[in-house]
């Protein structure tokens, strides 16, 4: 993600290595959040739309860690509020 233009701050945009990650996500979030995805150059967005419901934020990023964790991947990026985020695996679930 070089110099995305994200005003939209219900929406969170996550930076995946893969479309197996992707559809790890969709599986997980879509039955809460509505969003979408999509390839850019050799990464997956996978976007999140919150819809005012921002206090869920820290929910969502917590099972975003847990996804990571339990899928084995490596820490990823995500765009909130025009900044970009770096978010590691939980480490309880990958010890």
Known sequence: MDEL???LSD????ELPTYAAS???RVHF???WPGWSAEDEQVWLFAVDLGGAVAELPLLLREAQDLLADRGLPAIRFVLDSRIYKLEPSHARAA
Do not use: H, I, M
């Open 5 to 7: 233009d994200f005003e």
């Open 23 to 25: 559809q790890v996500f």
């Open 11 to 14: 929406v969170v945009l996550f």
């Open 30 to 32: 879509r039955p809460r």
